[in-house]
């Protein structure tokens, strides 16, 4: 089992559709998770990062985590074809934990919103 | 401008020649990263430095090796490069550590015939 699972899609939306991205995890040490943006032939870019537990909220963006269930996800309202990227969450442990220089991936999720 | 930088951009090689991907960033970040993205896995982490003459492990470290002489580089060795290292390959790059916005270089695609 991996320690990061993330749904790989590809989501197809409408424009103007709120739309949920989630990863689950196993590793109870995670304490740092992060949402990043692809898009094609690029490089990743940070969107969001929440420290432990709760909602953090950015414009379109809000991030949700889960601790008690293992679980994050990424709410996009209003979404825009702008929008149309892999969203890869990761997750860390905190600094002086086990491994806390590694950052694991989930496997991306694919998300089109089309006109 | 603040970024990073990965060279070459694309390579074809051939099983067993050795080569190097070289890493370098300008923001005088203290922790660097290699990954490796594939079809359906997503990125995973080959190696990571928190600093200088630092280095560890990450999830696929095999048959890769890396050095941190300098704060600014982090190059990617293949000893013996193997059909199975053809991915495309991240460098990164952030102020402290994972949990950190780490800035991504533009990538090289690797194919080992």
């Known amino acids: 089992q991996k320690e990061v699972e993330q749904d790989p899609g590809p989501l197809s939306v409408p424009e103007g559709a709120i739309v949920s991205l989630n990863c689950t995890y196993s590793n109870s040490a995670f304490q740092y998770f992060m949402w990043y943006r692809q898009y094609s032939r690029k490089g990743p870019e940070l969107l969001m990062y929440t420290y432990s537990s709760g909602n953090k909220e950015d414009g379109r963006f809000t991030a949700q985590v889960d601790k008690s269930s293992k679980y994050i996800s990424l709410f996009i309202r209003d979404s825009q074809p702008s929008d149309s990227a892999t969203y890869l969450c990761a997750m860390s442990v905190d600094a002086g934990g086990t491994s806390y220089g590694k950052l694991t991936f989930g496997q991306g999720t694919i998300l089109t919103v089309h006109p | 401008e603040a970024q990073v930088t990965q060279n070459p951009r694309y390579l074809i090689t051939v099983t067993g020649k050795k080569l190097t991907v070289t890493c370098s960033q300008n923001?005088?970040?203290?922790?660097m990263s290699w990954y490796r993205q594939d079809p359906g896995l997503g990125l995973r982490q080959i190696y990571y430095?928190?600093?200088?003459?630092?280095?560890d492990k990450g999830d696929v470290p095999e048959g890769y090796k890396v050095s941190r002489k300098e704060k600014r580089n982090f190059p990617l060795i293949l000893e013996s490069p193997s059909p199975n290292q053809t991915s495309l390959y991240f460098c990164?790059?952030?102020?402290?550590?994972?949990?950190?916005?780490?800035?991504f270089g533009p990538g090289t695609r690797l194919t080992v015939t």
């Open positions: 430095s928190m600093n200088v003459e630092v280095t």
């Open positions: 990164a790059s952030s102020l402290q550590g994972p949990w950190g916005e780490q800035y």
């Open positions: 923001m005088n970040h203290e922790y």
